[in-house]
Structure formats: C-alpha cells, structure tokens
C-alpha cells in the first residue's frame, strides 16, 4: 500500500468512514442537542439585558465625552484666533 493511500484511509476512518447523515438524523441530531442548552429565566433574562444596556449607555457616554474633547481640541488647533 502506497503513503496517499494509506492516509486518505486515516482521513476517511476519522470522518466517519466519509459518510453525512440525512436530512432526518441531522435535524434529530439538532433536536437532541437543543434538549441539552439550559436555557436562562425569565428573571436573569431581564438581569443581563439591564447589566449589557447599562454597560452600552456608560461606553457611549464615555466614547461621546472623548469625540467632544478631541473635536474641541482640534478645533482648538486648526482655527485662527488672531494669535499670530
């Protein structure tokens, strides 16, 4: 037996023999690992969505704060104050 023969036998034997399951096993499959997902509460639902819409306002605020600051600054910068 050759190396390209011997290895394309490895790969076929670590996928399965090379086979895709149907359409029917695959959406069983998908059923029976959705089965497994623990899915949050209604209360801790609420929890994350408050904690991940506090945490977007506070980085908003502090992305604002620094545009208005580098925009003052740059303004600052560019503009002609009559100080030649």
Do not use: C, H
Not at 37 to 56: D, I, S
């Amino acid at each position: 037996m050759s190396d390209s023969s011997a290895a394309s036998s490895t790969r076929e034997d670590s996928r399965g023999a090379g086979k895709r399951p149907g359409p029917v096993t695959f959406y069983r499959q998908v059923v029976a690992e959705l089965r497994k997902v623990v899915w949050p509460t209604q209360q801790q639902l609420v929890t994350y969505f408050l904690v991940v819409m506090v945490f977007v306002i506070v980085m908003m605020a502090i992305v604002s704060a620094l545009d208005l600051a580098f925009g003052k600054l740059v303004f600052a910068l560019f503009t002609n104050d009559g100080a030649q």
